[in-house]
Nanobody, 122 residues
Framework: QVQLVESGGGLVQAGGSLRLSCAAS????????MGWFRQAPGKEREFVSV????????YYADSVKGRFTISRDNAKNTVYLQMNSLKPEDTAVYYC???????????????WGQGTQVTVSS
């Protein structure tokens, strides 16, 4: 049974920072890509970032490039999303997901966490 548990969300003022964590279990974490997605109220889920199993391939959505940093610690089965210079438009539920390849398409991921709320006030 694969489980992904996100944490680290919360309320922050614009310009602030948060670090999200996603702890994985039930799968050989180190051999799978890990992605972050988000969904704002009334909007479709969108890709945020992904990191390959080795960490050698990393991709970001244009909207977060230069502000967000994804990383992983395979020894801890955890992936992180450091979010800096947060904007009100970053407000969303953030989900981590795991899949075989580091891709943008959420349909290619087979397991998802329950999500963590990030709210950025102006």
């Amino acid at each position: 049974q694969v489980q992904l548990v996100e944490s680290g969300g919360g309320l922050v003022q614009a310009g602030g920072s948060l670090r999200l964590s996603c702890a994985a279990s039930g799968r050989t974490f180190s051999t799978y890509a890990m992605g972050w997605f988000r969904q704002a109220p009334g909007k479709e889920r969108e890709f945020v970032s992904v990191i390959s199993w080795s960490g050698n391939s990393i991709y970001y959505a244009d909207s977060v490039k230069g502000r967000f940093t994804i990383s992983r610690d395979n020894a801890k089965n955890t992936v992180y999303l450091q979010m800096n210079s947060l904007k009100p438009e970053d407000t969303a539920v953030y989900y981590c997901a795991t899949g075989k390849y580091p891709v943008v398409n959420g349909k290619m991921y087979d397991y998802w966490g329950q999500g963590t709320q990030v709210t950025v006030s102006s």
